[in-house]
């Protein structure tokens, strides 16, 4: 470039103010030739012309180097007038330890043969996004493992519950009748004991009392071993139960739950197996008329067998306040309403009853009618079932005439 | 008659400092002093010819970032802070002198514990 004499002050001061310009800002010709270019482009791009052996005459032979697809795009731009590119990033990778630049450009056609390329640093940009993604990362990931967990706490807690069925079973076996049985002949035997010797010989009766009393004890001591191992497992079903639960508040939200076809009879039997006994104890009678082939509804097991529970026992524990000694007795009902495509399952007691105005209110939040509880029991109940798109509600004659809690459901086609 | 200042390495950091004002600006080539903090201490005729900074404007301001931001990188600018050795290195360089990509040679010296450094600057 031939040098010409020092600008007069106006132009000076034009050019000192555009080199202070944080933009990289050069002029070329339709080949990509320099003709202006500023301070700051030159401090920018002069290592890296260095590094990539290019000079700085020429910005297309750079970007060649450095950003072929922004290269290719001045090549296919045929128009003279318009924005080639903008904020087209590119990274440009120097000799270690140099950390890589990078640089956002704008290029815009001023005419057939000029062009402005003008580039601005965004490494602190570039690190800000990188920070951000995997923040985004790491969060998906959390959220991801808790979905995992929930997944997982919810097989759980499905198994447990069948676990803990079975376990009731076991322990509603109650006292073996073998052992009376034993018990019983050996008390026979006894009272003829003299005759057991002539039939058996000299001495064998009493070797045959013997023997019972010892087959006796036996079967005593073998039941209170499994009596006592059913307890220890209800207590370790509880414990599991306990476990998931805190576990569960950290998965709180991310629970899909798990669908699976859920028979009505099979859903009354499970839950009255694990409540049953606190009818027993109360003397009152069950009566089932909960049909084998009702149709089976999609949903969530576990939580459709808490339900039936938490009615139960409500309507075991509506009879605690009674004085009279009426006939104790709880209906379970289950039907099919064809046109509705709903299957009805009812449970009615005929104890306490509730009041008109409270049937609207029972199922509200922290409403309780009993000394003891907490009075969420039949709020979650109600939103459990409306998550099967079925509807609860209670229905009573009034106080002391029992109540029937009904509750409908879509039923699978 | 031939300036006795040198470009090449003939001419040294010592010879530079005892300079006169007169001495440096009868150069054939760029000469800038500069304090530790890159402040312009001296800025010679033939530079201020080339840059069309005057050279009473050019004292006082920072080399680097005010007078030749072009030179505000690891191969010219970085290489003044602080130096722990004898710097006396040339190299090839782009200068843009109102705008217009010139090319240069540079030659930077600085000693460790010395209250000046010197950019030579000669037009290719």
């Keep these: 470039m031939a040098s010409e004499a020092p600008p007069s002050l106006p132009a000076q001061s034009l050019v000192e103010f555009i080199n202070q310009c944080p933009f990289g800002l050069i002029q ?7 003709s202006l270019v500023n301070a700051y482009a030159t401090q920018l791009l002069f290592p890296v012309a260095i590094s990539y052996g290019q000079p700085l005459d020429n910005c297309w032979q750079l970007l060649a180097k450095i950003a072929p697809h922004i290269r290719q795009t001045i090549t296919e731009y045929e128009v003279n007038y318009g924005s080639v590119c903008e904020n ?15 640089l956002s450009f704008s290029i815009t056609r001023l005419g057939e043969d000029s062009y402005q390329v003008a580039f601005k640093e965004v490494n602190n940009v570039v690190e800000a996004e990188e920070t951000a993604r995997l923040a985004t990362m790491e ?3 959390q959220a991801g493992k808790a979905e995992i967990a929930s997944g997982i706490l919810h097989d759980i807690g499905n198994a447990v519950t069948a676990f803990g069925s079975h376990t009731a079973k076991l322990n509603a076996l109650g006292n073996w009748e073998e052992t009376q049985h034993i018990h019983r002949l050996r008390g026979l035997f006894a009272a003829k004991s003299d005759g057991l010797d002539d039939v058996l010989g000299a001495g064998k009766g009493d070797a045959l009392l013997h023997f019972m009393t010892a087959v006796e004890e036996g079967l005593q001591k073998r039941q209170q071993t499994v009596q006592e191992i059913g307890q220890q497992l ?11 639960n805190i576990q569960r508040h950290y998965t709180r939200g991310m629970e899909k739950g798990q669908r699976a076809l859920i028979r009505p009879h099979d859903l009354i039997e499970d839950s009255l197996v694990m409540v049953g006994r606190m009818f027993e104890k109360r003397g009152i009678q069950i009566e089932k008329d ?3 082939h009702l149709p089976s509804f999609s ?4 939580k459709m067998i808490q339900v039936c529970v938490n009615l139960l026992k409500n309507a075991a524990e509506a009879y605690d306040d009674l004085e009279d000694d009426r006939e104790r007795c709880l209906h379970l009902q289950g039907k099919a309403d064809d046109t509705a495509q709903e299957v009805e399952l009812s449970i009615r007691d005929n104890a306490a009853g509730i009041a008109p105005e409270q049937l609207a209110r029972i199922f509200e939040r922290g409403k309780t009618s009993k000394s003891q509880g907490s009075g969420l029991g039949l709020h979650n109940c109600q939103q459990i079932v409306e998550t099967h798109m079925g509807r609860i509600w209670a229905e009573s004659p009034g106080p002391g005439k029992g109540t029937t809690f009904f509750i409908r459901i879509p039923f699978e086609t | 008659m031939t300036p006795s200042l040198q470009f090449s390495g003939t001419t040294t950091y010592e010879q530079l400092e005892q300079a006169s004002a007169q001495e440096l600006d009868q150069a054939d080539f760029g000469i800038i002093r500069l304090s530790q903090g890159g402040e312009v ?8 010819d080339l840059s069309g900074v005057a050279q009473s404007d050019a004292v006082g301001k920072q080399f680097f970032t005010q007078i030749a931001p072009c030179t505000n990188n690891f191969m010219v600018a970085a290489k003044y802070e602080q130096p722990t050795a004898i710097l006396d290195e040339t190299l090839p360089y782009v200068f843009t002198y109102n705008m217009a990509p010139t090319k240069v040679h540079l030659r930077l010296l600085a000693q460790p ?9 000669q037009k290719d």
Aim: glycine share 4%.
């Design chain 1, 88 to 102: 087209e990033r590119v990274e440009i990778v120097l000799p270690p330890p140099t950390p890589s630049l990078h």
């Design chain 2, 113 to 121: 514990a010395e209250a000046h450094a010197y950019l030579l600057v």
């Design chain 1, 290 to 292: 909960v049909p084998y």
């Design chain 1, 28 to 34: 070329t010709n339709a080949s990509g030739e320099i």
């Design chain 1, 139 to 141: 969060a998906a990931t």
């Design chain 2, 41 to 48: 201490m001296y800025y010679n005729q033939y530079e201020s």
């Design chain 1, 234 to 244: 209800l207590e370790v079903t509880s414990h599991i139960q306990e476990v998931l």
């Design chain 1, 299 to 302: 949903g969530d097991q576990t």
